[in-house]
Structures are given as C-alpha cells and as structure tokens.
C-alpha cells in the first residue's frame, strides 16, 4: 500500500494512516467502496467491488474503532456477525484504552433481527442494537442478546444515536453503511470522514451509490489518497 497524497510514501502503515484524532470527542468515520463507476453493488452485495487491499483497509479500520455502526439493511445482506478481538490489534487497543474489539450496533426501525443469528452471539462484546420509540419491532425479544438503545421518537435520531454510544464510552465510530443509513448520517451533518475505495472496476448495471436518500450539498476535502495494485483508498473529511 503506497501514499500518493499528502506526501509520497511506499509500504504505509494503515493503523498510523487512519488513526482517529486523539481529543476525545465522537468521531464517524464511514468505510465504502465503490466501482470507478459509481456502483456500490455488484450482484447485490459489496463483495463483488472489493480487493486484497479494500480487505486490509477494512480490517484496519476495524482494529482502530471503538464501535462499528451498521444499518440493518446491510446486516441483513451481508450478513453480519458480532465481532471477535484480532490478536494484531490487541496492544494497541490497550494502549488507547480500548475494549478488545469494537461493538457491532445495529441500526433498525423493524427490528426484524433473529435473536439467535451470529449477529448477537461470538463476539468479544454484547451487540447493541439502537431503534426509535415507535419500533414496529418487539424490543424485548432483543434484550436477553442485545443491549436496545432508544433514540429517536418515529425514526433514530442520529445525533441521539451517538451521544448514547458517547455515555458508554463509543466515540471512535466506524460506519460500514450501508446507503440509507450513511445518507441520514451525512444529512445529519455528523459524517466526519468518508474512507472510500474505488475498485478498478466498471460494473454498470443500476447498482446503488454509497448514499441513498435526499439531495444534499455538502463539500469534503481530501485528506490522504492511497493506492494498491490499481484500487484507490481516499479519505476525505467535512470541510
Ligand atoms: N459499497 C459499500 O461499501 C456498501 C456498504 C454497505 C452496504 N452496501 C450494500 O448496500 C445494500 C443495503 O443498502 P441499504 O441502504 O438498504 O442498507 P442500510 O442503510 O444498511 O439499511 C437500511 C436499514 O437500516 C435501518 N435504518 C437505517 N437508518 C435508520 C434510521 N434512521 N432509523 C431507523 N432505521 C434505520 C432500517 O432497518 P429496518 O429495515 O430494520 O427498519 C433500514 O431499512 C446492500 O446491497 C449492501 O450490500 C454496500
């Protein structure tokens, strides 16, 4: 993996390149990844657009979270599993006083979640699971596997959201999407980072784009490029 911007490096290492900021305060960090055109899919699923090195970027990422934030939707299709502690990343998660692996907290208005699915069962830590007061889910089929987080009155409230993963100590957040979900979080002016890769590929098709929902205007800058073997790994940040 080499550095083509700011400045040129070969062989960078990624858990220095993504290192969150260091004040404290709730950082979103989105991961995506996208055909060069456009395509967030293929098939259905991202699995189709991703390389050796979008893997590595991703399990990087991960290494470096306090909590990996994922609609529903996303969990559902990709098939989603609560997260286990990665020896590589056990010292320097005890040096930033991080638990052994990040929590997985699932994002759902429905709550059409199986309580015995991997979501909720092997992983280092309890999955959370966040809903709106008026959940057309049952909550309390959740609550002997998950801990349930209310935020929001109709629809999760995104800024809720957050300052109830702030109060159990989840700041360094890794947003894995999907779409509508990382759309609401842009519209809700709390997308700090957008860690986006762009696989060498053109794939066409009417595959959706790394955001679903309303028009929006925002600006990002770019703050890091790097590249591996044709596939593109930008970082940009809310201007
Ligand atoms: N290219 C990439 O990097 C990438 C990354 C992730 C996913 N994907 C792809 O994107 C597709 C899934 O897209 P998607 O947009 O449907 O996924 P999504 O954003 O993960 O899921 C949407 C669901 O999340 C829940 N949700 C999101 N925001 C909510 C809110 N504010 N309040 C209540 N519930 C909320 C709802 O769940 P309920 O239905 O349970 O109410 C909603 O139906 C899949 O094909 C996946 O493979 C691509």
């Known amino acids: 993996m080499r550095r083509l911007l700011p400045s040129p490096a070969e062989d960078v ?28 899919v293929v098939d259905g699923r991202s699995e189709g657009l991703s390389t050796p090195g979008d893997k590595r970027v991703f399990a990087a990422l991960r290494g470096l979270a306090d909590a990996v934030l994922v609609g529903a939707g996303t969990a559902r299709t990709e098939g989603y599993r609560s997260l286990r502690a990665k020896p590589e990343h056990g010292s320097r998660r ?65 800024g809720a959201a957050l300052a ?39 794939v066409g098709g009417d595959g959706s784009r790394i955001l679903a929902g309303p028009h929006l205007d925002k600006s990002v800058a770019l703050a890091q490029l790097l590249e591996d073997d044709g596939a593109l790994f930008a970082r940009y940040v809310r201007q």
Request: aromatic share 4%; proline share 6%.
């Open 13 to 40: 290492e990624l858990a220095e390149a993504y290192a969150y900021p260091d004040d404290g305060r709730t950082w979103v960090r989105a991961n995506m990844v996208s055909s060069v055109d456009g395509a967030a």
């Open 94 to 158: 005890r040096a930033l006083g991080q638990r052994p692996a990040p929590v997985l907290v699932l994002v759902s208005g429905r709550l059409d979640l199986d309580p015995d699915s991997p979501l909720f069962h092997g992983g280092a830590e309890r999955t959370l699971v966040v809903t709106s007061a008026a959940s057309g889910g049952r909550p309390e089929r959740l609550a002997s596997v998950a801990d349930v987080i209310v935020a929001g009155a109709t629809h999760v409230d995104i």
């Open 164 to 202: 109830a993963l702030a109060d159990r100590g989840l700041t360094r957040i890794l947003c894995e999407g999907g779409p509508h979900l990382l759309a609401e979080v842009a519209a809700a002016g709390r997308l700090d980072e957008l860690c986006l890769t762009v696989a060498p590929q053109l």
